[in-house]
T-cell receptor
Framework: EAGVTQSPTHLIKTRGQQATLRCSPI?????VYWYQQALGLGLQFLLW???????NRGNFPPRFSGRQFPNYSSELNVNALELEDSALYLC??????????????FGQGTRLTVV | GENVEQHPSTLSVQEGDSAVIKCTYS??????FPWYKQELGKRPQLIID?????GEKKDQRIAVTLNKTAKHFSLHITETQPEDSAVYFC??????????????FGTGTRLLVSP
């Protein structure tokens, strides 16, 4: 069974540009989480999608946005990139609340570098 | 509010010693508590989890204990080995007003096991 996959693995952008990160959850999972992990720091919660809708977002500015598609894959968009947006962006998926299992599996991450 | 506190932020032990990492949570409705291990350059991976109807769970050298009354849970690693060196994250399920549950992570503990 394929795990959570993220693309691209690495992404280099210049300040002010937009970045789009993608996540494919494990088959059958409806819940997708996005986290930002700056170097040496913990997992900062960004966004949570379940069954196609945004369920909650963390304390990040509106230029961080995303969506979940009908097949439950998800996209994270970061507009007007700033140098401090450089980080590892991790996606995780789980079965979703309605199936009563919140065990989350992580993708390998997208390393975003803003120069 | 949603909050999972994790201590210590760093922990250094000698090979063979035990290591204990503690987390506290704020939502009394939390019922799922996983622990993740993140090795350098890799994705976080689930190592053990516990649900609120259980007070303790063991898996070889690792164990997790849960005190629902005090709202805290701990990870215990016995007979530590250098390969246990990693960042460990605790998490707790949080129930939204909508009834959906999401995972909230602690800030992580960097464990260093010296030979």
């Amino acid at each position: 069974e394929a795990g959570v996959t993220q693309s691209p693995t690495h992404l280099i952008k210049t300040r002010g540009q937009q970045a789009t990160l993608r996540c494919s959850p494990i088959s059958g999972h409806t819940s997708v989480y996005w986290y930002q992990q700056a170097l040496g720091l913990g997992l900062q919660f960004l966004l949570w999608y379940d069954e196609g809708e945004e369920r909650n977002r963390g304390n990040f500015p509106p230029r961080f946005s995303g969506r979940q598609f009908p097949n439950y894959s998800s996209e994270l968009n970061v507009n007007a990139l700033e140098l401090e947006d450089s980080a590892l962006y991790l996606c995780a998926s789980s079965l979703g609340f309605r199936r009563g299992n919140t065990e989350a599996f992580f993708g390998q991450g997208t390393r975003l570098t803003v120069v | 509010g949603e909050n999972v506190e994790q201590h210590p932020s760093t922990l250094s032990v000698q090979e063979g010693d035990s290591a204990v990492i503690k987390c506290t949570y704020s939502d009394s409705a939390s019922n799922y508590f996983p622990w993740y291990k993140q090795e350098l350059g890799k994705r976080p991976q689930l190592i053990i989890d516990i649900r609120s109807n259980v007070g303790e769970k063991k898996d070889q050298r690792i164990a997790v204990t849960l005190n629902k009354t005090a709202k805290h849970f701990s990870l215990h690693i016995t007979e530590t080995q250098p390969e246990d060196s990693a960042v460990y994250f605790c998490a707790a399920s949080l129930t939204e007003n909508t009834g959906f549950q999401k995972l909230v992570f602690g800030t992580g503990t960097r464990l260093l096991v010296s030979p």
